[in-house]
């Protein structure tokens, strides 16, 4: 069974940075596309960020330039870098990802639990 844990969230100013981490762990045989995705509080799941197994990459316009996904897949690691954060960006921060694992041998999406970030103002 794969598992998807997210880690690095917390408290931050209004300005500053945070970087998240997401390890998939399990008996895996690959990895696809893998995102972060964010839930404010009343609000609609929404992405933030995606990167492809060869690196390609696509942001929400509400991050580009202040944001920076990048993976490990030697690790099966996945990071978002956040800079100059804004109270708007609070939210709990989830990791999905695609993955084919054993002993099924299936591509099922996963999904992390989610990692809080609060911006203050």
């Known amino acids: 069974q794969v598992q998807l844990v997210e880690s690095g969230g917390g408290l931050v100013q209004a300005g500053g940075s945070l970087r998240l981490s997401c390890v998939a762990s399990g008996i895996i045989v690959s990895i696809g596309t893998m995102g972060w995705y964010r839930q404010a509080p009343g609000k609609q799941r929404e992405l933030v960020a995606t990167?492809?197994?060869?690196?390609?990459?696509n942001y929400a316009d509400s991050v580009k330039g202040r944001f920076t996904i990048s993976r490990d897949n030697a690790k099966n690691t996945m990071y978002l870098q956040m800079n100059s954060l804004k109270p708007e960006d609070t939210a709990v921060y989830l990791c999905?990802?695609?993955?084919?694992?054993?002993?099924?041998?299936?591509?099922?999406?996963?999904w992390g639990q989610g990692t809080l970030v609060t911006v203050s103002s």
């Open positions: 990167i492809t197994s060869g690196g390609s990459t």
């Open positions: 999905n990802a695609g993955v084919v694992s054993l002993p099924s041998l299936r591509y099922l999406e996963v």
